[in-house]
């Protein structure tokens, strides 16, 4: 079974503080995907990472997908509140989404 | 307008009942998916269908039935509910089974008391 390991699980930060989200798997996937989920709402896809060492930047928000297509992260430049949410990766093989358990952000004024 | 709709918001029922979750998108997509989300927001696939065919069915009780009578809705079905089946199920729908983007509706958050 290929899992996808987020860390941390909770993270809470004064805003205008920099973080970094980590999403690790032993397997390789064909691409990864980052979604945000807020409260009461289904996840919103932000980006899709296919390339290995692959870097994508959304505003204040830097993805990278490691060399080996096998783990993934998130850094956030100068947090706001507005970034507040459950951030989850999610990988794709053999067909299927396989999503991680989440990163928690909380992002205080 | 909303991409992917799902009704009812919030349900609660009693164990033994039988309810039903209706989903709904309007973007012309061949691809639907039912998800659950437990308490502990771990988002797990239940099944897909693609032009209204059955192509991933997780292991999930047979109680769960999913019925698509077309491609824009994909309604999922709860025999005999139990206190586990207590979550938030989420639609989603993608251009094609194929494709990467998938759009999520709201949730319905389910608890069987």
């Known amino acids: 079974t290929q899992l996808l390991e987020q860390s941390p699980q909770f993270l809470s930060i004064q805003e205008g503080e920099n973080l970094t989200v980590y999403c690790n798997s032993s397997?390789?996937?064909?691409?990864l995907q980052w979604y945000r989920q807020e409260p009461g709402e289904g996840p919103v896809l932000l980006v899709t990472v296919v390339t290995g060492g692959e870097v994508k930047k959304l505003k204040r928000l830097t993805f990278q997908f490691g060399d080996a297509r096998k783990d993934s992260s998130l850094h956030i430049t100068a947090a706001q509140p507005g970034d507040t949410g459950l951030y989850l990766c999610?990988?794709?093989?053999?067909?299927?989404?396989?999503f991680g358990k989440g990163t928690k952000l909380s992002v205080k004024p | 307008d909303t991409a992917v709709s799902q009704t009812p918001k919030y349900l609660v029922t009693q164990m033994g009942n039988d309810k039903s979750i209706k989903c709904e998108q309007n973007l012309g997509h061949d691809t639907m998916y039912w998800y659950k989300q437990d308490s502990k927001k771990f988002l797990k696939i239940m099944f897909s269908?693609?032009?209204?065919?059955?192509?991933i069915n997780e292991t999930v009780p047979n109680r769960f039935s999913p019925k698509s009578p077309d491609k824009a809705h994909l309604n999922l079905h709860i025999n005999s509910l139990e206190l586990g089946d207590s979550a938030v199920y989420f639609c989603a729908s993608s251009q094609d089974f194929r494709r990467n983007e998938q759009f999520f509706g709201p949730g319905t958050r389910l608890t069987v008391l």
């Open positions: 269908y693609n032009n209204k065919e059955l192509i």
């Open positions: 999610a990988g794709r093989s053999q067909g299927n989404l396989i």
């Open positions: 397997s390789v996937f064909s691409s």
